[in-house]
C-alpha cells in the first residue's frame, strides 16, 4: 500500500540556473549537488533536479502542475521574488486560497498555495460544483 509521496524529481535544461532558481528565489534548502543533479528540500518533502537533454523546448498544454505551501505571511515577498525573476504567469487562480501559478526556467508549471486539502474541503462543502462527492 503506498503511505506517501517519497519525492518528486524534475528534468532541467541548466542545473545551476534551476538549482538558484529553487533554492534563491523559492528558498528550497539544498541537501546535496553533483554536476548532473541535486536534492533539495521543500519543507520534509525531498524534490530531485536532474539535468535530462531530452528535456522538451516549451511547456506542456495541460494543467498538470506542482504545488507548493506557503504561509500566508510569506505569500506577498515570495510573490514579488517570483515575478521579479521574470518567471511566466502561466494561470490565474480561481480557488481558495492564495496562489500564484508560474512557470519555472524549464517550463515546468508551478503554484505556491496557502492553504491544505482541509481549507480546500471546506471550500468546496460551501460551493460545491456538479458531480462533486465527498469521502470520509
Known sequence: MVTGINHLTL???????SFDFYTMIL??????RWPQGAYLLAGDDWMALVEDAKLRKSKLPEY??????????DFGPLTKRIRSSGAEIWHQN?????SL??????GHKIEIHVGDIE???ESA???????LE???
Do not use: C, M
Open 101 to 106: 501559478y508560474f512557470l519555472d526556467p524549464n
Open 11 to 17: 528534468s532541467v535544461r541548466n542545473l545551476q540556473e
Open 134 to 136: 465527498f469521502f470520509e
Open 27 to 32: 528558498g528550497l534548502k539544498p541537501r546535496a
Open 64 to 73: 498538470t502542475h506542482l504545488a507548493f505551501s506557503v504561509s500566508s505571511a
Open 119 to 121: 481549507t480546500r474541503i
Open 94 to 98: 480561481k480557488t481558495e486560497g492564495a
Open 125 to 131: 462543502r460551501k460551493n460545491p460544483w456538479e458531480g
